[in-house]
Every structure is written in C-alpha cells, then in structure tokens.
C-alpha cells in the first residue's frame, strides 16, 4: 500500500508507529490513517545558473495530517532527499508536536540539491521557486515551515517574501526560523541546541551524573551541534571530540569550543581548524563518553556501532539517528539513558511555534520569556516521558511515541474522516 512511500528511513519510521500501536491497542482498520500522510507534493524548480543554463530540481512537501492545526515542519536541501525520507520526518514532526502538546500536524519539505553547489543567486532562485511551487498547498493556517539541513533564516527570509508577494501583502506567519529583522523571533536559531542541552541536564538528574565534571561527543556541528556544544561547554562538559561533513577532531583533554565556533562562523566548515587532533569520522560515536550527542542525520546508530557505543546518556539531537536494530541493543544496555530525537530535539518546533503566535498577534516577546516557556513545555514532555516508560514497562522513546501518537489519535476520532 502507498508504494512511493519506501526507503529505509520511512521503513523504520514506520515499525516505531507500529510498535506503538500495538502499545496503545489501536485497532487495525484505524491504523493506516494515522501512519500514511493526509497529502504527498512533488514539484518541479526550474532555475537559471550563473552560467545562462537552465537546471531542473526536484522537491517535495509532505503533510502528516491537519487535525490539531496547521502542518509544521522544516524544510531540507539535500543530494540525499527522497520522498519517503520526507514522509518519514513528517511522522516524527506529528508525534513530536503532540508529544510538546503543541496545535500543530507534522509535515516536511525538501530539495534534492547540494546546496553547496549553488552560488548564492542561485540558492535565492532555488528557494524562491520551490515557494512559488507550493503556493497553492500552504499557508499560515495550513502549513507553515520552518529551516532545516541546507537552509537556514535566510532562505526563510526569501521563502516568506516570495509567499508575500503573492498575496499582496506581507505575511510574516508563513515561515518561522526567519530573521528577526523580518518577523522573526529571538532565539529561535539557539533553540533547537539549547533544547538538546536542556534536556541532557533534565537526563542527567535522572541517574545522578555531575554534568561540570563529564565529557561529551558531538557528531555533528551544524546550527543544532555547535550551539549545544556551546551551552554544554559553558555547564563545565568538556568536549572531547565533534565532527561536520568535512571533518573530525578528537582531543582527549577537551576542545577549545568557543574557538572552534569563531572558525566556523568565518569559514562554514570545521575543515582547516586543525591538524593535530585529525581523527576519523567513522570512529567518532564510539568515543568513550558521558554524553553522546548524535546531531547529524538519520540512522547512523546502528547495530555494530551501537553495541560498541560507551556513554551514559544518548541526545538524540538528529532525526532518528538510531535504527531499530541499534534500539534493540539498546534494549539490553540500561546502563544508557536514551533521550530519543522526538523529545530531545523539540526546543525547535517549539520556539517556532512561539514565533508564530507572535507574528498573528504582533506583539513580540523577550527572550528570556522565550527561553523560560521553552523550558516548561519541554520540562512537562520530559518527566511525562519518563514516568510512562516507567509505568508502561518500555523505552523512553516507545513512551515518547506512544504519548504524540495517542494524542493524534484521539483527534481523529473526535472529528471523524475530516481533514
């Protein structure tokens, strides 16, 4: 059924939902219409290169479902896009809002391009286009996105103007993640990070480990790795070893992380920083390690990693970076406390939706009430986590998913088949 929904990311996305389904007791004739998206778009972005040719990029937009509120979810430009990789994220971003008690449907959005590839008018002609594209299926009460890899306040910035152009009006509640210039909200790039970080303090009273005397892995420094890197490193964590696309450095003394982000601000990239402390990228999650913080992409736990893995606490700053086979590991590894990517990574999507009530009532908020609200929604997603995994005898992240999914399900069943 829903063939185009395939690819090893939708399949393990799909048996979580499972799993919890059966958790939960949901009958079976109820299940597809809570596991397959409400709507899949694919559309075409034709573009002029610096170079006069005309390039064709494909896209995509899936929608999980609408009945607590608009569809929410960013948007990626990635070589590596597909649209069962789509779908799948839009089932992680509907059990995530649930789960934060948020008005919101999950939904996702991507571009199969190496945005590094692109000069900067190009990006702007990229992101225009796939805007312009989506026009008719979106909207601040239907479907509102947000950055995420490849993109960034910027590209949010062009995709709110274009949407404002064509209706005649700004409207500044179409995206969130844009700059605060432009309607944006402050700190909302940090919060995804500080989110992360928050909850590893949160995971860290749980089984009594001293954060100012522990060290920490990073895979992963993007927005979302450096700024938790950032926030772990001023709670004392010393940073042993992190890694981006380019490349990977490991010091056993800890590293020198504001230095290391004043590098990335200037050249994007960690690649240069250093040659001393080179070391493989491909050994970076099994660092021996309180804290691990897999910040990347999806699956990149997996079986044979995940029974050489040495940490107390897992963040699950990515996507589902953890395959079913590693959980399963994981399953007989109590010792490793697992704050799965659906809770970890919500500071996000929760700022975002704080800068979208701003920008519907405009009237804007400081940040240390931002800050502060965040931390009591993810407070409440955490500790609620916790005791049912507790009480219903399962992982942290079947409680995590069974909460965001019961929540949608009894949506569904209040208003019927609509939407």
Not at 171 to 199: L, N, Q, Y
Not at 333 to 362: A, H, K, M
Request: aromatic fraction near 8%; proline fraction near 5%.
């Amino acid at each position: 059924m829903f063939d185009i929904y395939s690819g090893p990311v939708f399949g393990m996305a799909r048996q979580q939902f499972l799993q919890a389904a059966d958790i939960l007791e949901i009958p079976q004739d109820q299940r597809d219409r809570l596991l397959y998206p409400k709507r899949a778009i694919a559309v075409t972005c034709p573009i002029h290169r610096d170079d006069g040719s005309t390039v064709v990029y494909e896209g995509y937009r899936v929608q999980h479902h609408l009945s607590l509120g608009p569809a929410k979810g960013g948007v990626r430009f990635s070589p590596h896009v597909d649209i069962g990789e789509v779908a799948a994220l839009s089932l992680w971003m509907s059990w995530k809002c649930a789960l934060m008690n948020l008005p919101y449907g999950g939904a996702k959005g991507g571009v199969r391009v190496d945005p590094y590839s692109l000069s900067l008018k190009e990006l702007e002609a990229l992101s225009r286009r796939f805007m312009q594209e989506l026009i008719p299926f979106v909207g601040p009460h239907v479907d509102v996105m947000a950055p995420d890899i490849g993109t960034n306040e910027q590209v949010m910035a062009w995709f709110m103007d274009t949407y404002s152009n064509d209706a005649g009006q700004t409207v500044t509640e179409i995206v969130t993640g844009k700059p605060v210039s432009c309607g944006g909200t402050v700190g909302r790039r940090e919060a995804t990070g500080r989110g992360v970080t928050h909850t590893i303090v949160r995971a860290a009273e749980e089984i009594n480990l001293n954060l100012a005397q522990s060290t920490a892995v990073i895979q992963g420094f993007g927005n979302v790795g450096s700024v938790a890197a950032n926030e772990l490193h001023a709670l004392g964590v010393k940073i042993l070893a992190i890694s981006d696309h380019t490349a990977a450095y490991h010091d056993p003394k800890g590293l020198n992380i504001p230095e290391i982000i004043a590098y990335v601000a200037k050249h994007g990239v960690l690649k240069g920083y250093s040659t001393e402390c080179l070391t493989d990228p491909n050994t970076i999650l099994t660092i021996k390690c309180d804290v691990l913080v897999p910040a990347a992409v999806e699956r990149v736990i997996t079986e044979e990693i995940a029974n050489k893995i040495e940490c107390r606490i897992i963040a699950e700053a990515a996507n589902g970076p953890t395959t079913l086979e590693a959980d399963a590991v994981f399953a007989k590894r109590p010792e490793i406390f697992i704050i799965p990517d659906i809770l970890c990574n919500s500071g996000g999507v929760t700022v975002s939706y704080f800068e979208w009530v701003q920008d519907l009532q405009q009237f804007f908020w400081e940040e240390e009430e931002i800050i502060s609200r965040m931390k009591k929604i993810m407070d409440k997603g955490f500790y609620d986590t916790v005791k049912s995994a507790k009480e219903l005898k399962v992982s942290n992240r079947m409680a995590a998913t069974c909460a965001g999914l019961k929540r949608v399900h009894l949506a569904k069943q209040a208003r019927g088949l609509f939407p």
